[in-house]
């Protein structure tokens, strides 16, 4: 291990005019993982098509205030960051899967660029090392090919990161200010792409520079300057949606963070096994290649010694700090995804780009061969799911199948009728991506619920003609007193994937 003034003068941002061939290099390798096979499979549910489907909502209604899955199901689970973005690319490249997914392959390129920033601090002689490391590693690439938060919300909170690694250890005062702003900017826009979530790496720094310099030295780091633009970039839409939708802030606080932390009702992997189930495979098979790189960084980190060190700490000791403060965090909390360790893998690309600082050097020819071998088997995984691998959940797939039911000139919207009294299971049992694919309006009702069948005549009233999808659980007779009360004329159509159809026309 380097001696603490070894590394400190590491931790200074290189100031030699250095080729940027590397980093051309590297935003060249993450267009080409990232845009290779961007929009060959078709949306899949239920995630893809939900924040897919809300983007299609904002377009077609010119709302882009209040997220929604269709004319009557507002969706405020997620700050609209996400369906902004999908839109803005929708609206430029047409509507299309590619389209869908463009934004992804970019904040995966950007934060490969965000690293190659952060490279120049923590790794100054190789700053193309942890970008090439994030590019390379398994999950940040699949990631990229998915549509969700949370290549976003990594993206978002890079760039906060890259404020605070340059402010905290930057000597030049001027640059401090400047990327401090920089680092409240980047949580602003975190919050605004799916909330509290977003600061997890802030509850990591603070200690950090707490044991550093002590409580004092947190002042420089919460300038109001920086707290009021947090405030304008991150709340400003929460403000505004809470006034204008009662009810809102009770939902927020009670739905969207209390039952995620504390309770199983969102059915995502709660109990003390959970995590083990979800994130350990996450962290081990999408850290594939850099096994041996981590294993040692594991391996010196657990050892007693190294933790009571006396020395000054330095930016390895806050690399740590920010992959296991919020990974402790995400396994307590009782609502567990697989793409919420996605943010984790910025620090552990910085980790293991420190680690392999004295071992990589790709002049040497079997260097080059075996990075080239694994591009190109990466390169062959992507293409194998987008190819390979037929999902049911394909919601393209869905829509050719429904075509061949009946012509979609006959109908002006689906409604999928689910056996159930619980938004969430429509949330997860609707086939939204079906917007995409058939340009038409879908929606879901919860037939237990009591409000479904007022909810069925109410969606029948909006579009005049629908393709009516009734759950096999439920079956055709349950609705009829329902359609009596909307009167119009029904034709029976079959069934499709075991569910009833119906045209029914008012």
Not at 12 to 38: D, E, K, M, N, Y
Not at 298 to 317: H, M, N, Q, T, Y
Not at 395 to 413: C, D, F, H, S
Not at 483 to 491: D, E, Y
């Amino acid at each position: 291990m380097p001696n603490d003034r070894t590394m400190e003068h590491r931790l200074r941002p290189s100031t030699t005019h250095a080729s940027r061939w590397p980093l051309v290099a590297l935003i060249c390798l993450g267009l080409l993982l990232g845009f290779a096979f961007q929009g060959t499979r078709g949306l899949w549910s239920p995630d893809e098509g939900r924040y897919t489907v809300a983007a299609l909502q904002m377009l077609d209604t010119g709302n882009y205030l209040a997220p929604a899955y269709s004319p009557d199901e507002v969706n405020f689970s997620k700050p609209p960051t996400t369906y902004w973005v999908i839109a803005g690319s929708i609206q430029m490249f047409g509507r299309n899967s590619w389209a869908a997914r463009a934004p992804y392959a970019l904040a995966f390129v950007l934060t490969l660029w965000i690293l190659y920033a952060m490279g120049r601090c923590v790794v100054p002689e190789k700053p193309w090392l942890p970008g090439l490391v994030y590019a390379c590693a398994a999950a940040p690439l699949m990631a990229s090919n998915i549509v969700s938060t949370d290549a976003f919300l990594t993206l978002c909170e890079a760039l906060a990161m890259l404020g605070f690694v340059r402010a905290a250890f930057d000597d030049n005062e001027r640059g401090r200010q400047r990327y401090v702003l920089l680092m409240w900017a980047g949580w602003g826009l975190a919050f605004l792409t799916k909330g509290p979530p977003g600061l997890m790496p802030l509850l990591a720094a603070i200690p950090f520079i707490v044991r550093r310099d002590g409580w004092h030295g947190l002042r420089r780091f919460f300038p109001w300057r920086g707290i009021v633009l947090f405030l304008a970039i991150g709340l400003s839409w929460y403000a505004v949606v809470v006034i204008r939708y009662a009810g809102l802030l009770h939902y927020f606080l009670h739905q969207e963070v209390y039952n995620r932390i504390f309770t199983a009702a969102h059915k995502r992997n709660a109990g003390w096994f959970g995590w083990i189930k979800i994130y350990l495979p996450v962290l081990g098979i999408g850290l594939l290649p850099w096994w041996p790189a981590v294993g040692r960084v594991i391996r010196r980190w657990v050892s007693a010694e190294r933790w009571g060190a006396k020395s000054s700490p330095g930016i390895e000791l806050f690399l740590v700090l920010w992959f296991l403060v919020p990974f402790v965090i995400f396994c307590l909390v009782q609502s567990r995804l697989p793409l919420y360790m996605l943010p984790l893998f910025v620090p552990l690309a910085l980790l293991i780009g420190l680690e392999l600082r004295d071992r990589v050097d790709l002049r040497q020819a079997r260097q080059q061969v075996l990075l080239a071998v694994w591009v190109v088997i990466l390169l062959g995984v992507k293409a194998g799911a987008a190819y390979g691998w037929h999902s049911k959940d394909d919601n393209r797939q869905m829509a050719g199948e429904l075509r061949a039911a009946t012509p979609v000139e006959q109908y002006k919207a689906l409604i999928f009728i689910e056996n159930t009294a619980e938004s969430y299971t429509i949330e997860e049992a609707t086939p939204w991506g079906l917007r995409m694919y058939l340009s038409k309006a879908v929606y879901g009702i919860p037939w237990l619920a009591p409000e479904g069948s007022d909810a069925l005549c109410h969606a029948l009233h909006n579009e005049g003609r629908a393709l009516v999808v009734i759950d096999p659980d439920l079956g055709p007779e349950a609705i009829k007193p329902a359609l009596a009360r909307c009167p119009g004329h029904v034709s029976e159509l079959g069934t499709w994937r075991g569910n009833v159809l119906k045209l029914v026309q008012l």
